[in-house]
Structure formats: structure tokens, C-alpha cells
T-cell receptor, first 113, second 114 residues
């Protein structure tokens, strides 16, 4: 799987949009971009994933650049409960699905009141 | 999505003993995985729990130290054997309902070895 690069930490004011960047310059055509977050003392939580089109769900939006070498996770109205470590992961979709995800260090997002 | 429950949620154990962690999923999952998260670190994949056969271990992890069972599509156990203080970590179970579905995680078992 391709390697990802994320800033180690970010701050965002409560109520504002939090934009978390991720670089994945070696991504291949069959690799998806996944985002997870881990709130303190909990297991990782799936947020969203995409291949090349922008995606939106009830939690967040995922913007993938046209060359797919980077992406941005957007939390539109951050709350204090969004304080967590956010992981950007690239994963190849195989027929067997027998792969566990490889987690990097992620971005520690701190929402400020 | 699948809801994953782990038991125990935490434990304090003496060195040299073993602990078995249980993972129960509320629906059938195709794949189950076990991860370790050492203090202040990210998650590291230990192994894939295969139903009805031996688990597939990642580099650096061996069956004698981390035996895994998966008797059916909703349950798995991880045993941490002959524990030392270096095994103090959070151990997390995860599962995937379809081959290309997202992974879902339990809240982990926080293990302290004294």
C-alpha cells in the first residue's frame, strides 16, 4: 500500500471547518483513500473513503485532487467531540479483502473552544 | 456496520502469566484482525484471524506468543502468553463485513503487565 504523510498536529476553533490534509504521492490507480479517527480511549472509527471522486457523508467530506496525490478531509462544523487523532490510509481493494489496514502516525486534531 | 465488543476492557497481570482477550461481533464478518497499540503509538497489525484455520501473523509476531482462535464468523480470541512488561499495550479487535468494506474496531483491551 502507498505511504501517506500527514501533519502531526492541527488546531481548529469550535464551529469552524477543520481541513485535514494528507499526501499520498505514490498512490496507484486501484488504491482507495480511507480516513479513520481515534478518540482518546476508544478504538478507531471509520469516517469516509473514496477513489477519485469527492465524497460526502453525515460525518465529513473527502476531497481528492485530480492527480490523486493528495486529499483533504473536511469536518464542516467542528465540535469539541471531534478532538481526536485522524488517520489517512491508502488501501488497495483486492478480491479477497484479507488485508488489515496499515496505520501511520496520523494528525492530532485539537478543537479549541 | 458491525458492533465489536471486547472482554476484558482492561486488566493488570503479573509477568509470566497469560491473558485471553475475547472479541464478539454482532454480525457475521468476513475478516477479523488483531492490532496492538503501544503507549503513545499508532496501531500495529498483529495477525489476521482466519475462521477454522491458523491465523496469519505479521512480521515480528509469532503464534507461540500470540495464539489466536476464530471458531466462527462472529468470535475470536487473542492470548498474550508468558507476559512481560513490554506487552503492556492496548489490544484491539477489528472486523470487516465485506471484502471491500471498512474495518470496524472494538474499544480495545488495556493490558498492564507488572
Amino acid at each position: 500500500d502507498a505511504k501517506t504523510t500527514q501533519p502531526p498536529s492541527m488546531d481548529c476553533a469550535e464551529g469552524r471547518a477543520a481541513n485535514l490534509p494528507c499526501n499520498h504521492s505514490t498512490i496507484s490507480g486501484n488504491e482507495y483513500v480511507y480516513w479513520y479517527r481515534q478518540i482518546h480511549s476508544q478504538g478507531p472509527q471509520y469516517i469516509i473513503h473514496g477513489l477519485k471522486n469527492n465524497e460526502t457523508n453525515e460525518m465529513a467530506s473527502l476531497i481528492i485532487t485530480e492527480d490523486r496525490k493528495s486529499s483533504t478531509l473536511i469536518l464542516p462544523h467542528a465540535t469539541l467531540r471531534d478532538t481526536a487523532v485522524y488517520y489517512c490510509i491508502v488501501r488497495f481493494h483486492s478480491g479477497g479483502g484479507a488485508d488489515g489496514l496499515t496505520f501511520g502516525k496520523g494528525t492530532h486534531l485539537i478543537i479549541q473552544p | 456496520s458491525a458492533v465489536i465488543s471486547q472482554k476484558p476492557s482492561r486488566d493488570i497481570c503479573q509477568r509470566g502469566t497469560s491473558l485471553t482477550i475475547q472479541c464478539q461481533v454482532d454480525s457475521q464478518v468476513t475478516m477479523m484482525f488483531w492490532y496492538r497499540q503501544q503507549p503513545g503509538q499508532s496501531l500495529t497489525l498483529i495477525a489476521t484471524a482466519n475462521q477454522g484455520s491458523e491465523a496469519t501473523y505479521e512480521s515480528g509476531f509469532v503464534i507461540d506468543k500470540f495464539p489466536i482462535s476464530r471458531p466462527n464468523l462472529t468470535f475470536s480470541t487473542l492470548t498474550v502468553s508468558n507476559m512481560s512488561p513490554e506487552d503492556s499495550s492496548i489490544y484491539l479487535c477489528s472486523g470487516r463485513t465485506g471484502y471491500n468494506s471498512p474495518l470496524h474496531f472494538g474499544n480495545g483491551t488495556r493490558l498492564t503487565v507488572t
